[in-house]
């Protein structure tokens, strides 16, 4: 180099040297920008399968990609090492948890953790335990609330076409949105992609049983119960309420089809004469208080002043704490109200601060406000309703047979083969619901495979397992038995009633409510009269 430099000198003198010499570094430094950097207008990669759009890293990822989330390092970890040294190369089929995984809050976040360990967890055990193929999870994030979903369902498309990848199946989907409605109806209706829902339980999500045109969303089942079933046995377990015993306290705001589906499914006719006129708010958003607080407090006051001891509650966690708390403020000469909502309040605990629980108290040692939701499952349910019961009759299967799931996921979860995972808790449901539909999916795959040639059944294949899913191929499931009806619904599936408990601050099974006002059938076969 210096060489070089001499017999520039010597050629062209100092002046036109130096000139040489820096046309020579700036060629250079573009080089190194063109190498290292994306050409301009080109998306920014985050990683493998992963691009930023709109200032968010979106797309699908197997290979040990957090997103930005620290609270799912270790579990996104442990997917890619399953992935890479168990299933490798040998005949496998992908399955997509799409979810969105660069949350706001930590109570949101710590949920997130939940739902990806769940599906972890069940990929380890059917990888171990199922007949070839084998199971790949990967991660798709679709953005805040969905928003970006259409790009990631390109790539799903993209990933179902490809016979080195063979996507056969989606799960997750954890927000009943618009957007999330449009992805599913893409993946279903248009691409021919199953689609395993999980915590997604708006009826508008849902193919109609007795369907007279075309099926909305062709592939699609779904293991929660809707927000009307999920009404009719919280009706149920409580007893027919009188119209003058309720009201309705619902959210207004657009494009939040969980919201509106809970707020029809609550507003079910009730004996006696009319209570309350349903009380109705708008929030910004899902996780944005806004000025609901100030609405909160003059609702309060208005049910203080009626014949209402029960509310039904149409709306997100985060709103759902403060309207609880305000409604405690108010100190309605000694009343006390039960306040009840769907399965989206699974969360509420995470929310709640140190100084929540007492406000609940009123000041004193018994609560005046209780805090019942409908949640997809709870660990201590089976063991509750089992304890001290001998008698063969008094141990029926559809209780025996989810117990003793739970008791496998939790041996899982104490493995120390199975991975480090970070902290994992059961009580939110959200690792059940996802375990078990991953099983379902493993399920679907396993029966689709029994009968078709090869060691990859085809996508319309695996969705054309869902309707099989009843009876002795019924799906045993940590949250409760699982038979699909032929639109892909969970039939009478149980519904856990939890409590938040102020005097103990955490949470409390009370009980079990089913959508049909009975348990299901012995056998799990689906009657021919479904809803």
């Known amino acids: 180099m210096r060489q070089f430099g001499n017999w520039l000198y010597n050629t062209f003198g100092a002046n036109w040297t130096r000139r040489i010499l820096t046309l020579l570094g700036l060629a250079a430094a573009g080089v190194l920008l063109y190498v290292f950097l994306p050409p301009v207008g080109e998306p920014e990669s985050c990683a493998t399968g992963v691009e930023k759009h709109d200032g968010e890293c979106v797309g699908v990822n197997g290979t040990g990609y957090a997103f930005g989330t620290p609270e799912i390092e270790k579990v996104a970890r442990a997917i890619a090492k399953e992935n890479e040294e168990f299933v490798g190369d040998k005949p496998h089929v992908t399955v997509a948890l799409m979810l969105p995984l660069k949350p706001d809050l930590a109570a949101e976040r710590k949920q997130l953790r939940s739902e990806i360990q769940g599906a972890y967890l069940a990929q380890y055990r059917a990888n171990r335990e199922e007949n070839t193929p084998l199971l790949r999870l990967v991660l798709a994030n679709p953005g805040d609330a969905y928003a970006q979903q259409r790009r990631v369902v390109d790539q799903l498309a993209d990933m179902s076409r490809d016979e080195h990848v063979n996507l056969r199946a989606v799960t997750g989907f954890n927000l009943s949105l618009d957007a999330t409605e449009k992805a599913i109806a893409r993946l279903t209706d248009e691409l021919g992609i199953p689609v395993l829902a999980g915590r997604v339980s708006a009826d508008e999500l849902a193919n109609p049983e007795k369907s007279t045109g075309d099926v909305p969303y062709p592939g699609l089942a779904r293991i929660i119960p809707t927000n009307r079933q999920q009404a009719d046995a ?17 959210d207004e705001r ?9 707020a029809k499914a609550f507003g079910r006719d009730e004996k006696g004469p009319p209570g309350p006129k349903d009380q109705t708010f708008q929030s910004p958003s899902i ?8 609405d909160f407090t003059l609702i309060a006051q208005n049910i203080c002043q009626s014949t209402a001891r029960y509310v039904y509650f149409a709306g997100r966690p985060v709103h759902l704490r403060l309207f609880a708390l305000k409604l405690a403020d108010v100190q309605c000469r000694g009343k006390k ?13 995470r929310y709640m601060k140190p100084d929540d629980w007492a406000r609940l108290r009123g000041g004193g040692k018994e609560p005046v406000i ?4 409908a949640a997809p499952g709870h660990p201590a349910a089976w063991d509750r309703l089992l304890s001290g ?3 063969p009759k008094d141990r029926p299967a559809y209780f025996t047979e989810p117990q003793e799931e739970l008791n496998k996921l939790r041996a899982l979860i104490g493995k120390g083969s199975a991975g480090e995972i970070g902290p994992t808790s059961l009580d939110d449901s959200r690792t059940m619901l996802v375990y078990d539909g991953v099983r379902t999916v493993a399920k679907a795959v396993l029966l689709a495979n029994a009968q078709t040639e ?37 039939y009478d599936k149980p519904v856990a009633v939890v409590e938040l408990e102020p005097r103990t601050e955490k949470l409390r099974f009370v009980g079990i409510g089913w959508p049909e006002g009975r348990h299901q059938p012995e056998d799990c076969r689906v009657p021919s009269d479904t809803r």
Request: hydrophobic residues 35%; aromatic residues 6%; glycine residues 12%.
């Open 454 to 490: 090869g060691t990859v059944p085809p996508l319309g294949r695996v969705s054309d397992m869902w309707r099989r899913l009843e009876a002795v191929n019924r799906v045993r499931g940590t949250s409760g038995w699982i038979c699909l009806t032929n639109a892909g619904n969970a």
């Open 337 to 349: 109200y039960t306040i009840i909502s769907g399965s989206g309040a699974a969360t509420l605990e």
């Open 370 to 373: 209780a805090v019942q939701y």
């Open 254 to 262: 657009p494009h939040d089809i969980y919201n509106d589906s809970l």
């Open 389 to 391: 019961k001998k008698d």
């Open 234 to 250: 919280l009706a149920n377990f409580h007893g027919e309420l009188r119209d003058e015993q309720t009201v309705l306290v619902r």
């Open 287 to 294: 996780t944005g208080p806004g000025d609901t607080g100030n």
